[in-house]
């Protein structure tokens, strides 16, 4: 059952997180359906601009629609993830999203706010949310000093004016996390103290945490096992998933895990199997692999669990 991303928010709110997963493809929606019911979880499933024009937009709105007929208990939104002005009115108008993100957080706090507030008219007018990003990602790392790490930091103050003045209905903050699998050299941790500045300035606000990969450091050994050639990464620390959640964050974006998943299947499959061009068999595995991961995730956002109570509440 497709359902609003606000609806989520609601019932997740200082207690866990929502699961954001990309797809790009039908095995990983299998894969994500079959992981976030086998966890009775509720998630999100993200849409990227590059995975609306990997194969067509069209594609994969009908990948999700079959997969809700194929798991009838699951519960999710549909999400543009990191859209730009244009692509949001695209998904806006196709009637199929719950939400949609607006990312201009490379752009002057003024002009963000001014694309930000024409997405949220045109979104709002038509029952759809917006998440919004303020503040920039990056390998913010624990030997930078404190002044130079946080210039890329969300400013709690500025956050609290961005959403009174953009109407937006979440937002993504930048306090530590980072995208893609090369985030960090050494140990990192989440600013904790500056998510927790955002949360006193916007209580009951859902944030949300993007580059929340964790990038398994026995994922990376068996890829380069594999013949990969992926050089040594520090993710996000999967305890400090719950800790965020706790303190606001509704939602977690995870991307980069998953592909991992999939390149240490496909990379060992291949490996052991040279004589093979047959994909469907790799494919098989790599959803079931998926479905474990996903579900493992679940659990540790907190959501695993949260299904059946969460249906209730739809309903009443
Ligand atoms: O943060 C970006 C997501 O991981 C999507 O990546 O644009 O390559 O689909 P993509
Ligand atoms: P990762 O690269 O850490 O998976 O982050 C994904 C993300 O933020 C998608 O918006
Ligand atoms: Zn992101």
Not at 173 to 195: E, T
Not at 232 to 253: C, H
Request: charged share 25%; net charge negative.
């Amino acid at each position: 059952m497709i359902v609003t991303t606000a609806q989520l928010f609601k019932h997740a709110y200082g207690k866990y997180a929502v699961g954001a997963f990309n797809i790009n493809n039908a095995e990983q929606a299998m894969g994500l359906f079959q992981g976030a019911v086998d966890a009775k979880s509720p998630f999100i499933i993200q849409i990227s601009k590059g995975a609306r024009k990997y194969t067509d937009k069209r594609m994969l709105e009908a990948v999700i629609r079959a997969a809700g007929d194929i798991y009838p208990d699951a519960i999710y939104a549909v999400h543009l993830d990191h859209g730009d002005e244009e692509t949001c009115y695209d998904c806006i108008d196709s009637g199929f999203f719950s939400s949609v993100m607006i990312d201009a957080s490379h752009e002057t706090f003024e002009e963000n706010v001014a694309i930000t507030k024409r997405v949220v008219d045109r979104a709002h007018a038509k029952g759809i949310s917006v998440e919004a990003e303020l503040g920039m990602l990056g390998g913010v790392e624990e030997d930078i000093v404190v002044e130079e790490g946080n210039a890329c930091l969300t400013d709690p103050a500025e956050a609290e004016e961005f959403v009174k003045q953009t109407g937006c209905d979440s937002l993504a903050c930048a306090f530590g996390s980072s995208h893609g699998a090369f985030k960090f050299k050494g140990r990192q941790s989440l600013h904790f103290d500056v998510l927790e500045k955002i949360r006193d300035r916007l209580p009951d606000y859902p944030l949300v945490m993007h580059g929340s990969s964790s990038v398994p450091q026995d994922e990376v050994a068996r890829i380069n096992a594999a013949g990969g050639e992926i050089a040594g990464s520090m993710g996000v620390d999967v305890n400090e998933y719950l800790p965020a959640a706790q303190r606001g964050v509704t939602k977690v974006n995870i991307d980069t895990d998953g592909r991992l998943v999939w390149t240490r299947v496909h990379r060992e499959f291949f490996q052991k199997n040279p004589e093979q061009f047959d994909f469907r068999p790799p494919g098989k595995i790599f959803i079931a692999e998926y479905a474990k991961f996903i579900a493992s995730r679940c659990e540790l956002l907190g959501a695993a669990g949260t299904l059946d109570d969460l249906r209730g509440s739809l309903k009443a």
